[in-house]
């Protein structure tokens, strides 16, 4: 599923720093890596991770779970029950960890379908050893294909670098320094990132905030588009002045008139859009246009779902579930029933769930109890929509279970165990009435 910013976690798609309290795909050109066989792995960096007082959001969230990192290409992925995956993945690179030496390939379980890359796809997997077994199981999978990626890969090992630093004084240096420049960078992953990871560090660690900060934070406010990247900005301004007694920067454009500027980026993006006969490019300017407008950019999306294009009909699906245009359920909605290609339904089937689309219920609830290839997928959705309807349906498909795995999963949705893990994911603040169900 397209994510803005991601590192997914087995059952998310979730970033490097994602917006605290709140909380998804920018990819790498896979020609950045050699298709053939690698040399053997390359050892990890030498100086370990420090554990006692992180800096980075990595650092404090997913590095005390991973014993190791590696970038690995699938070789083998079975789908197995109670909609978990196995992969036999071939280490490419090894970035945090010792990846065993005596086997070329290493077992890798991940909790949801869909996740973990297809035979040949490469990813980032974090990954930490079961018990009392040979084999790894994932913690956050972050996909290195496509738009976006190698930011990612970039940012991933550069916060490893922070917190491999013995000092810590040294790591909070490096990792302003970093976000400095990054606030700067022409690339937009990057420029999102960065404020998301400024935000956290804001909230975590304060005291590290200060005047160095407010000239570089202040520039990027003045320049943002995307609203919640502005607001992640405009938290570690705050922050950062809150000892100068200056007067606090509003979240503006470059025309000063942000809601003006949204409004003409966007006739431009569907002037564009309507003018190319280009596929590749029409999906671009749908994936940029979610980034940079957010939700205005949903007529945009809406012209997305009735391309002609299956890719780029999926991408305006997944940009819809990630700045939460409910006004195009229905749309996604007709998907299900039409003859669009698989990949694409589980991806409607996704959004449905991600944006608690109560309408979707009635056909997600025919879906999950049909047996066919978006069973799992529409079980889950159910359990995101979480509504009075989609919970009947859930107790319904636990009732008439007889499989055991599939009644352990339906439970494990119906919990509050489930709730927690989607709120833990950014998927569900805690005043989202589903909370409560």
């Given at each position: 599923m397209f994510a803005l910013l991601?590192?997914?976690?087995?059952a998310s798609e979730d970033s490097i720093a994602p917006d605290p309290g709140t909380s998804k795909v920018a990819n790498l050109d896979p020609a950045v890596f050699e298709a053939g066989r690698p040399a053997p792995v390359p050892a990890a960096r030498d100086v370990p991770v420090s554990r006692d007082i992180p800096v980075t959001h990595l650092g404090r969230t997913v590095l005390p779970d991973a014993e190791l990192v590696i970038l690995a290409r699938t070789e083998r992925l079975t789908p197995a029950q109670a909609g978990i995956e196995i992969a036999r993945v071939e280490p490419l690179r090894t970035l945090h960890g010792a990846a065993p030496t005596d086997e070329s390939t290493l077992t890798v379980i991940c909790g949801e379908p869909g996740i973990l890359p297809g035979p040949g796809g490469q990813a980032l997997l974090i990954l930490r050893r079961r018990p009392r077994s040979p084999n790894h199981e994932t913690v956050q999978?972050?996909?290195?294909?496509?738009?976006?990626g190698a930011e990612r890969l970039e940012a991933f090992e550069l916060y490893l670098d922070v917190e491999?630093?013995?000092?810590?004084?040294?790591?909070?240096e490096r990792l302003l320094d970093y976000l400095r420049d990054a606030l700067r960078d022409?690339?937009?992953?990057?420029?999102?990132n960065a404020a998301l990871e400024y935000a956290s560090l804001a909230a975590a660690r304060p005291d590290d905030l200060g005047g160095a900060d407010i000239?570089?934070?202040r520039s990027a406010i003045l320049s943002a588009r995307n609203p919640g990247t502005r607001n992640a900005l405009q938290r570690a301004l705050a922050v950062a002045e809150r000892d100068t007694g200056a007067r606090p920067t509003t979240a503006r454009g470059p025309s000063r008139d942000p809601a003006r500027a949204d409004t003409a980026a966007l006739a431009a993006?569907?002037?564009?859009?309507?003018?190319t006969e280009d596929a590749a490019k029409r999906r671009d300017l749908v994936l940029d246009a979610a980034v940079d407008l957010g939700r205005r950019s949903t007529p945009l999306l809406r012209r997305a779902l009735a391309d002609p294009d299956a890719r780029v009909r999926e991408a305006g699906i997944a940009a819809a579930a990630e700045v939460g245009a409910r006004s195009l359920t229905e749309p996604i909605l007709g998907m299900l029933t039409g003859d669009d290609p698989l990949p694409l339904r589980r991806s409607a089937v996704r959004a449905l769930g991600y944006l608690a689309a109560p309408s979707a219920v009635p056909t997600l609830s025919l879906m999950a109890r049909g047996g066919g290839a978006l069973e799992k997928d529409a079980t889950f959705a159910l359990a995101r929509v979480r509504d009075e309807p989609a919970l009947l349906a859930l107790e319904g498909l636990r009732d008439a279970a007889t499989d055991a795995e599939r009644r352990r999963l339906i439970a494990f949705l119906l919990s509050d165990?489930?709730?927690?893990?989607?709120?833990g994911l950014g998927r569900m603040r805690s005043d989202d009435p589903r909370s409560s169900r």
């Open positions: 991601l590192l997914g976690a087995c999978v972050v996909p290195v294909s496509g738009k976006g491999g630093l013995p000092d810590e004084a040294e790591r909070v022409p690339r937009r992953w990057t420029r999102a000239a570089p934070l993006a569907v002037e564009e859009f309507d003018a165990a489930f709730v927690e893990q989607e709120r």
